[in-house]
């Protein structure tokens, strides 16, 4: 209730919109500002700086820093066959993120954007997934996979065919891993379409119906356009969510079969946390680092800097 | 979880609620294993319970973690100052990096010649890192084949046949021929695979060559003898006699596939006897029709070779572990609690004298194969340390696959001994 | 728009994908209803026997509870903290004007580049030397540090809008900068608070990797960690799984049904106008 009252005034003031400026204040300023400071430059700068430099060493993590190697993990990542598969696989992610997540997501979003009967239902339907946890959603499809009790070999029985042990098979594994991946994510690429096409003045609409334009015209010709922003930023959002997957591999593969279905974090986990790497590990997150760096300002640079 | 386990969380939550003088008068043990078997658990909390009616002033607390977990966590877990004092160790070359790490406490002052001989001295050789012993062994284990009588009638196959490994591989011809899947496998953690590469290793290389490589003497694992071990075992593959989706399937999927009659053979340790019944679909497991034989001898290899193949595990201790917990391990080494846990909870202690004590036939068989044995060799990934043992699974995973010849597994293999070293 | 068949395409349509999707929800959530052995020929359908002693023995035992309790302190002190945190340093940001502003602001909001995966090597050796390793502290403070980023500039932007006589006439009545972030800003914007509190909540509930690195006793397990360990347990046991990961689904979708105006605009305020 409090919250209600409180949006109204802020709503009834945002109409001034003149920033609010306070002067002489850097003490105070510095003082608010400390704590998160503090916490950020420890816990967040610090590690990745530290990172850099264990990425030069070969170190099992007991006891001192190891031995000083130059840039031997890094060769030795480069040329280690798991990490190119790694690296691949999240090559995948983003591709089919973008050619079967992102559309879906944007064809359900038009269809649910307006209000209709039961529109609430599907949206909770469709964005569920989403907020679920990724370890919860990978032990229900390792579920559904499963060649004894899965329900992908049931439907097949019931169609009078044998199911291939989809997450047994090295070919097949990786696939089986991107339909959960659109299963579990087109919903939030969903909600964000549909602000965006909320945010589509009714108006241009209109003028596209009096113009006697079809369903499908306006959706091309006027809607895809207007979206262009939107459809940037979801982009934006499925790579940077394909560098950071891991959550759902581990309960549905942990990487296997035969590090098919690795990705550069699961990489990262088994083959330098599990093995008590840290300068091999390191490493693979200075890699990590510098990808999702130079990808971030180059794609805000290119494509997002009208929006 | 166990009523006593929901005891000891009303216990603590009420202890956290008394005053903090109340708590602090016990000294906590923490205990960390992997045992899955609810009355291997049992007797272990019982041992605990034991204990602390005879120290009131220590509270022994068990913590389980998975198999696969375990390993996955212990290089992170020995980071932290609440490591658990006590936990499970396969010796070898992991327990090498955790002394080289400074992480273990070493307890050789602890180990009287009383204690030492009350187990076998020689099994204490397998926690000693430089002459000082850093754990207990308390277990043995043996490598064999499990198999189902019903099925193997089935397909017409003479038991007899199954000394030798042209025996085995006719065996799995007939099994196929019959429509009966020959082998079950749970080849996502790696390691049960490694079992048929390292048992043929023992037949066709010894211990002596193993020993010769991990010495870096010779040819080391590109020794012919080690690449025929890699091409027996791709020979068996090129007969694909494990169950459908066996890459992914976990070790506990496999004790339920053999378990429920699914598939005739399981190549596995003694503890998975238990389990076979325990994950089955019906809880009861093969009962009259479960056999167990021998791994075959290769007549290509080592003539009549006498070495078996198993694990010696033991209790090993963080280094902050305070006397008590060495002392706890020391009562539950006792004579007494080891032929309690062999004959209640299935685990073989390797003691002098263990077989007579056991009540089971069959481990009784399984206690005497290991003392008569003339070399009981460890598993071959956990001599390696971490990193190379991970590289090996993998190796023979490949070549379970097909994806690597033998000579490129022996190989891959040597170079990755080589790297780590 | 063909107005008369729209609706009815637009019907089939939904219902079909709301079909698809919900199909491993109602599995999973049947499945933990099932018997061992009819779940393996009988996957999808509703149960020809309703067993009630996989929801009951997971309901009755401590270790469920115990797992979303860890959860739920985790969760409650992440939301806190990163509120307090960077709510201040939002205001500091949005209405103090001081040297070297702009630069303190991009430096924070570095944060949001990269991923916790990239430095949690270091990042475990430092919580190590921290003596936080195995504590609820040493999965907050990361979560926390690495959610700054994402709180601090929803909540500038939001800052940003309030109005600038509000100040003016606080300043007449002698106010400081203390009492009027506590007493007018914070006030003025519970809306963006509870939708920074609620993303925050629902990330450090569903979160992974760091309890898997940082924790590491079962008493202090968060729930993702507890259906890890339970599912190694209970390997091939899958109605007991299906069972006890449809309980811990129901609090997250709980919160959808109660505070989805919040998670809606945390996703899609944070993202379009960000």
């Not at chain 1, 999240?90 to 944007?106: D, E, G, T, W």
């Not at chain 1, 990786?174 to 096409?197: E, N, P, S, T």
């Not at chain 2, 955790?98 to 070493?106: C, I, N």
Request: aromatic share 14%.
């Amino acid at each position: 209730m409090a919250m209600a009252i409180a949006e109204k005034i802020g709503a009834l003031y945002t109409r001034a919109n003149k920033p609010l400026r306070l002067s002489r204040g850097t003490t105070t300023a510095l003082i608010f500002i400390l704590p998160a400071l503090l916490l950020f430059t420890t816990l967040v700068i610090l590690p990745m700086a530290e990172a850099a430099s264990f990425s030069f060493y070969e170190w099992g993590g007991y006891g001192d820093v190891g031995q000083f190697v130059g840039l031997k993990n890094y060769q030795r990542m480069f040329s280690h066959p798991v990490f190119s598969r790694a690296l691949f696989n999240n090559f995948l992610i983003i591709v089919v993120s973008i050619l079967v997540a992102l559309p879906l997501a944007f064809l359900l979003a038009v269809l649910v954007a307006d209000k209709f009967k039961g529109v609430s239902f599907f949206r909770a339907i469709f964005f569920i997934p989403y907020i679920l946890a990724d370890v919860a959603a990978g032990l229900i499809w390792r579920f559904l996979y499963d060649g004894q009790y899965g329900v992908v070999q049931f439907v097949a029985g019931l169609f009078g065919f044998t199911a291939p042990y989809l997450l047994a098979d090295r070919d097949l594994a990786m696939y089986a891993v991107l339909a959960v991946v659109v299963w579990k994510y087109f919903g939030l690429h969903m909600i964000i379409y549909i602000a965006g096409l909320q945010s589509i003045p009714r108006e241009v609409l209109e003028a596209a119906r009096i113009d006697g334009a079809s369903w499908w015209d306006t959706l091309i010709r006027v809607i895809v356009p207007m979206m262009g922003p939107t459809i940037r930023l979801t982009v934006f959002f499925s790579i940077i969510g394909s560098l950071q997957f891991f959550d759902l591999i581990m309960p549905l593969t942990g990487g296997g079969p035969q590090n098919s279905t690795q990705t550069l974090v699961s990489y990262l986990y088994n083959f330098g946390i599990v093995r008590l790497n840290i300068g091999f590990g390191s490493a693979v997150g200075v890699f990590l680092f510098l990808v999702c760096v130079v990808f971030a300002f180059s794609y805000r640079r290119l494509l997002m800097a009208k929006d | 979880m166990s009523s006593l386990s929901k005891f000891r969380l009303a216990l603590s939550l009420s202890a956290a609620l008394l005053t903090a003088s109340a708590a602090s008068a016990q000294e906590v043990v923490n205990w960390v294993h992997i045992e899955q078997n609810p009355d291997t658990v049992r007797v272990f909390e019982e041992i605990a319970a034991g204990y602390e009616a005879l120290h009131p002033d220590v509270d022994i607390k068990l913590q389980y973690l998975e198999n696969e977990a375990y390993k996955a966590r212990l290089p992170t877990m020995l980071q932290s100052n609440d490591a658990p004092d006590i936990f499970y160790s396969w010796g070898g070359g992991v327990l090498a990096e955790q002394v080289k790490g400074g992480v273990l406490r070493d307890i050789s002052a602890s180990v009287d010649d009383a204690w030492k001989t009350s187990i076998a001295p020689s099994a204490f050789g397998a926690f000693t890192v430089d002459g000082k012993i850093y754990g207990v062994p308390v277990r043995t284990s043996l490598v064999g084949f499990f198999y189902n009588k019903k099925l193997f009638a089935q397909a017409g196959i003479d038991e007899a046949s199954l000394g030798t490994w042209s025996g085995l591989m006719a065996a799995v011809d007939k099994l196929e021929a019959a429509g009966i899947t020959p082998m079950a496998l749970g080849g996502q953690e790696g390691w049960p695979q490694h079992f048929y590469f390292s048992y043929l290793a023992i037949r066709t290389a010894g211990h002596e060559k193993l020993n010769a490589a991990l010495a870096g003497e010779g040819e080391g694992f590109r020794d012919p003898a080690f690449v025929q071990a890699f091409q027996l075992l791709a020979d068996l593959s090129a007969k694909n006699p494990w169950q459908e989706g066996w890459q992914a399937a976990t070790t506990g999927d496999s004790y339920a596939k053999f378990g429920n009659g699914e598939a005739a053979m399981l190549l596995q340790g003694d503890w998975a006897r238990a389990s076979t019944a325990t994950e089955s679909a019906s809880g009861q497991g093969l009962g009259d029709d479960l056999g167990w034989f021998a791994f075959p001898q290769v007549e290509t290899g080592i003539v009549d070779s006498k070495e078996t193949f198993g694990g010696v595990n033991g209790w090993i201790f963080f280094k902050d572990a305070s006397d008590a917990a060495v002392d706890f391990v020391r009562y539950y080494s006792s004579r007494e609690n080891l032929i309690k846990l062999a004959n209640e909870g299935y685990q073989i202690a390797p003691m002098p004298g263990m077989a007579d004590e056991l009540k089971d036939t069959w481990q009784k068989m399984v206690a005497q194969t290991i003392e008569a044995s003339a070399f009981h060799q460890n598993f071959y990934n956990v001599m390696f340390s971490e990193e190379v043992n991970r590289e090996l699974l993998d190796i023979v995973t490949s070549v379970v696959t097909g994806d690597r010849t033998a000579e490129e597994a022996a190989d891959a293999l040597q170079t990755a001994w080589e790297f780590s070293h | 728009m063909r107005v008369n068949a729209f609706p009815v395409i637009r019907y089939a349509v939904l219902i079909l994908a709301a079909v698809l999707v919900a199909i491993p929800f109602v599995t999973t959530l049947l499945g933990g209803f099932k018997s061992l052995g009819e779940l393996r020929v009988n996957p999808l359908g509703l149960p020809q026997v309703w067993e009630l002693k996989n929801y009951a023995s997971i309901l009755g035992g401590p270790r469920l509870w115990q797992y979303l309790i860890n959860s739920l302190v985790i969760a409650g002190l992440t939301v806190a903290l990163t509120l307090v945190v960077s709510s201040m340093a939002a205001f500091a940001f949005a209405q103090i004007k001081f040297f070297g502003s702009g630069w303190l602001l991009n430096y924070l909001l570095l944060g949001l580049l990269f991923p916790v995966a990239t430095g949690i090597l270091p990042l475990f050796i430092k919580l190590r030397d921290l003596g936080l390793l195995d504590t609820y502290w040493g999965v907050v403070l990361p979560q926390v540090a690495f959610g700054l980023g994402f709180a601090i500039l929803l909540m500038r932007q939001a800052f940003l809008a309030l109005p600038g006589e509000l100040w003016e006439s606080a300043q007449v009545d002698g106010c400081s900068y203390l009492r009027f972030f506590l007493q007018v800003t914070l006030p003025l914007s519970l809306p963006i608070l509870s939708t920074v509190g609620v993303i925050t909540l629902i990330n450090s509930w569903n979160n992974y990797l760091l309890p898997l690195v940082v924790i590491n006793s079962d008493a202090n397990y968060p729930w993702p960690l507890g259906i890890m360990q339970y599912r190694g347990e209970y390997g091939t046991e899958w109605s007991l799984i299906l069972a006890f990961v449809t309980l811990t689904i129901v609090p997250a979708v709980l919160l959808y049904v109660f505070a989805q105006k919040y998670i809606i605009a945390g996703l899609t305020g944070g993202a379009v106008k960000g």
